[in-house]
C-alpha cells in the first residue's frame, strides 16, 4: 500500500484531471441518454449512485491501519488539495441547498451567512490554523489538553467539539436523506440510512486519508453541479457567460418589481412554505444591521473554532504549507459564495420578470397552475399556489415555496434539461456527504484519541485504538442518523446552532493559548465551561419563547456564549497563579514555523 | 550564536508578525463588521449597476477576504524567511 500512496502522490493531478474529464463524459452520457427517451427519475438515480459509487471505491484503495494515516492522513497532502478537500468539508447541505433559498427569501439579511463563513478564514489563518499545525497535534482537544496541561481541560474541549459537531451531523445526515429520498424514490427513513451508508463508506476503512481523497473528489463534483445551472440561466437571459459582474442592473430593478407586485404577507399562510415579503438588496426592521454583525460575527468566529475544519490543516507537510492551504481553501470556497446572491436573483427574475417566458407572477392563474415543474414540487409539497384573492392572477403573496428547494428547483424553473437536475442532487449529495464525514471523523477521532486512548486506556496498542476509532465512527453514525430521521430540526438553524456552540466554548482558549502566553489552565477551564453554559441557557432561554436581547435570537446565541467566555478566561486566569516555564516555552515554540513539532510524531 | 541573541531574534520575528496580523484583522473587522454597518448609506451609490452596499456584501467584502488571506500569506513568508524561519517546501 504504502507504495501505491507515494505513486499516488506524485501522480495526484493526473489521477483527479482524468477524475473530472471522466465525470463531464459521464454527464454529457446522461444527456445523450435523455435525448434518447430515457426516464427522468432513471436519470437522477444514474447520477447519485455513480457517484457514490466513486466515493466508496476512493474510500476502499484508501484504507489503512497506520495510525498517523488514519488521523492526519500522514501529514502529506499537498496545499491544493487539502484547500479543495477543505472546502467541500465545509460547504454542507446548508450552503448548497439552502443558502440561495434563503437570500431569494431572507433578502439581504440572510447574507450574513455570506459574509460569515467567507471571513472566518482570515481567522482561521491569523489566529490558528499555522500554530495548530506546528504543535503537531492530531485532534483539536489534542491541542488544549497539551498546551493546558491536565485531562479536566481536555475533556471540556472534548465535550464542547461533540455537542457542536453533533448538531451539525445530524443536519447532513437529514440532508443526504432527503436527497437520497428524493432521487432514488425511498422514503425519507430509509433515505436516511442509505445516506449515511454511503457516508462511512467512504470514511471508516481509511479515516482522515480516504475522507481527504473522497473530498477533494467531492468538491470537483459539487462545484460544477453549482456553477452549471446559473451559467446556462445566465445565457439565456442575456447576462453573458460570467453572471456576477453584469447582474448589477438585475439586483437594483429587483426593487421596481418588488414594489409592482407589493411585498405582502399572504392572506393566509401555509405551513413549512414561505412567500416572498423581504426586499432584496437592503436592510429593514429592528436591529437590523445590528443582527447583521452579530450574525456574520457567530459565524466568523465558529469558523475558527469548529474541529473539523481546524483537523484539516493538521494534514499538510509544513506550517507554510498549511497557511497555503488556508489561501486555497478560502478561493475554492469563494467560488460557490459568490455565487450564491447570483443564484438566488437570477431565479428571482425568471418567475418575477414579465419580459422572461419562465415569469408566473401575474400571470393567469390556471395557466400556472398547469406547469409541469409547479406539480411535481406541489405533489411534494414543497411548493403551492392558492388564489386567495380570487382575481385568477397569481400574486406575489400567492405563490409559496420551501425555502430549501430554490437550489434544487432552479434547473426546472428556468426550464433546463432534466440531466441538469440530476447533477444538482449529485452535487447537492456530495456537499452533504463530505461535511457529514468530517464532521463523524472529529468525533470519533476526538472519543477515541483523546477520551480514549488519552485519558482511559494510554497504554493501548495502535490495532486497538483504531478498531474502537472505527466503532465509534459507526455508532455516532448510527446515532446521529436515528436524530436526523426524527426530523426535529431544520437544516440551517442546527448549523448555525453548531457554529454558535463552537464559538462559545471554544474559540478564546484556541486563540488566547497561542496568543497569550500567560493564558493558563483554570483560565482556560473556566472560559470554555462558562462559555459553553451561558450560551447554552441563553439558547434555551430564547428557544423557549424569552425576549432576546438586543435581538440577539437562537442563531446568534454565540455573541453571549463568547462574551462570557472572554471574561471569564480573563478574570481566571489573573487571578491564579501564571503557567510555569515549561509550557511558556511551548508557547514560544509553537509561534516559530520550524523546528521539531510540539508533540511527537506518533504520540 | 548565545542562547541570548536567539531570543531576541524570536521576539523581533513576534513582534513583526504581530504587527502583521493587527493589520489584517484590522482590515478584516473592516469588511465584515464596518462595511455592513453602513450599508445603508453604501446603497444610495451604483456599483457595476449594483447598489454599492448589496455589492460589498455579495462580492466585494469576500474578494477582500481572499486578498487579505493572499497578501498575508505573501507577507509572512517574507518575514519567515528575513529571520531564517522559512521552511523548504
Known amino acids: 500500500m504504502a507504495l501505491i500512496q507515494g505513486r499516488f502522490i506524485d501522480n495526484i493531478g493526473r489521477v483527479y484531471a482524468i477524475y473530472t474529464g471522466g465525470f463531464l463524459a459521464f454527464i454529457l452520457l446522461m444527456a445523450v441518454l435523455e435525448q434518447l427517451g430515457v426516464g427522468a427519475d432513471t436519470i437522477g438515480i444514474l447520477f447519485v449512485a455513480f457517484t457514490i459509487a466513486i466515493y466508496a471505491l476512493i474510500g476502499w484503495l484508501s484504507r489503512t491501519m497506520e495510525v498517523d494515516a488514519y488521523y492526519v492522513a500522514g501529514r502529506q497532502v499537498p496545499a491544493v488539495y487539502n484547500g479543495m478537500a477543505t472546502a467541500a468539508d465545509w460547504m454542507s447541505g446548508a450552503s448548497f441547498v439552502a443558502l440561495a433559498g434563503g437570500v431569494y427569501f431572507g433578502g439581504y439579511g440572510y447574507m450574513a451567512f455570506i459574509v460569515g463563513w467567507t471571513g472566518g478564514y482570515v481567522l482561521v489563518n491569523s489566529l490558528m490554523a499555522p500554530y495548530l499545525r506546528k504543535f503537531g497535534c492530531y485532534t483539536v482537544p489534542d491541542f488544549i489538553g497539551t498546551r493546558y496541561g491536565g485531562n479536566l481541560a481536555r475533556l471540556c474541549a472534548v465535550i464542547v467539539l461533540v455537542v457542536a459537531s453533533f448538531t451539525y451531523v445530524t443536519a447532513q445526515i437529514n440532508a443526504t436523506g432527503t436527497i437520497a429520498a428524493r432521487a432514488l424514490h425511498i422514503p425519507f427513513s430509509y433515505g436516511v440510512w442509505f445516506g449515511l451508508l454511503g457516508i462511512l463508506l467512504c470514511s471508516m476503512l481509511g479515516g482522515m486519508r480516504a475522507v481527504t481523497w473522497t473530498q477533494v473528489a467531492q468538491y470537483i463534483v459539487l462545484i460544477i453541479a453549482y456553477l452549471v445551472p446559473v451559467i446556462w440561466m445566465s445565457n439565456a437571459q442575456g447576462f453573458g457567460l460570467i453572471p456576477h459582474f453584469t447582474y448589477g442592473e438585475a439586483a437594483a430593478n429587483m426593487a421596481n418589481f418588488e414594489a409592482q407586485y407589493g411585498l405582502n404577507p399572504p392572506a393566509e399562510a401555509i405551513a413549512g412554505l414561505s412567500v416572498l415579503t423581504t426586499p432584496h438588496t437592503g436592510p429593514v426592521g429592528d436591529y437590523a444591521e445590528w443582527k447583521f454583525i452579530t450574525l456574520a460575527l457567530c459565524m466568523m468566529c465558529g469558523t475558527a473554532s469548529l474541529p473539523h475544519i481546524l483537523m484539516r490543516y493538521f494534514t499538510t507537510p509544513t506550517v507554510r504549507s498549511a497557511r497555503k492551504s488556508v489561501a486555497w481553501s478560502l478561493l475554492f470556497i469563494f467560488l460557490l459564495y459568490f455565487t450564491a446572491p447570483a443564484l438566488a436573483t437570477l431565479t428571482k427574475l425568471q418567475l418575477l420578470d414579465p419580459n422572461l417566458p419562465t415569469a408566473i407572477i401575474g400571470k393567469p392563474f390556471e395557466e400556472v397552475a398547469s406547469l409541469a415543474w409547479i406539480q411535481n414540487w406541489s405533489s411534494v409539497g414543497f411548493l403551492a399556489i392558492a388564489d386567495q384573492n380570487s382575481d385568477g392572477i397569481l400574486q406575489l403573496n400567492e405563490f409559496f415555496m420551501r425555502p430549501d428547494i430554490v437550489v434544487l428547483a432552479t434547473p426546472e424553473i428556468a426550464g433546463l434539461p432534466y440531466v441538469i437536475s440530476g447533477l444538482v442532487a449529485a452535487g447537492g449529495m456530495a456537499a452533504a456527504m463530505s461535511t457529514a464525514d468530517g464532521l463523524l471523523l472529529a468525533i470519533a477521532n476526538a472519543l477515541s484519541h483523546d477520551l480514549y486512548y488519552k485519558m482511559i486506556d494510554p497504554k493501548a496498542d495502535t490495532a486497538v485504538r483504531l478498531i474502537v476509532a472505527r466503532i465509534l465512527l459507526v455508532g455516532i453514525g448510527a446515532l446521529g442518523a436515528l436524530i436526523a430521521s426524527l426530523q426535529l430540526t431544520g437544516i440551517l438553524g442546527a448549523v448555525a446552532w453548531a457554529f454558535c456552540f463552537a464559538c462559545s466554548g471554544l474559540f478564546f482558549p484556541l486563540a488566547l493559548g497561542v496568543w497569550w502566553k500567560r493564558a493558563n489552565r483554570p483560565g482556560a477551564v473556566a472560559g470554555m465551561a462558562a462559555g459553553f453554559i451561558a450560551g447554552s441557557l441563553y439558547l434555551y432561554y430564547v428557544y423557549t419563547g424569552g425576549t432576546p436581547w438586543f435581538g440577539l435570537d437562537h442563531l446568534r446565541f454565540g455573541i453571549v456564549g463568547m462574551a462570557v467566555s472572554l471574561v471569564a478566561m480573563v478574570v481566571v486566569t489573573l487571578l491564579t497563579p501564571a503557567p510555569d516555564e515549561e509550557i511558556q516555552r511551548m508557547v514560544e515554540e509553537t509561534r516559530v514555523p520550524t523546528g521539531p513539532a510540539i508533540l511527537s510524531d506518533k504520540h | ?89
Open chain 2, 1 to 89: 550564536m548565545s542562547a541570548n541573541d536567539a531570543g531576541d531574534v524570536r521576539d523581533r520575528y513576534w513582534a513583526k508578525t504581530r504587527n502583521l496580523t493587527i493589520v489584517v484583522l484590522a482590515l478584516w473587522a473592516f469588511f465584515s463588521l464596518v462595511v455592513p454597518a453602513m450599508v445603508s448609506t453604501l446603497n444610495q451609490f451604483t456599483f457595476l449597476g449594483f447598489p454599492f452596499g448589496f455589492y460589498m456584501i455579495a462580492q466585494g467584502s469576500l474578494i477582500a477576504f481572499v486578498v487579505i488571506i493572499w497578501v498575508q500569506n505573501w507577507r509572512q513568508d517574507a518575514i519567515d524567511d528575513e529571520f531564517g524561519f522559512g521552511e523548504e517546501e
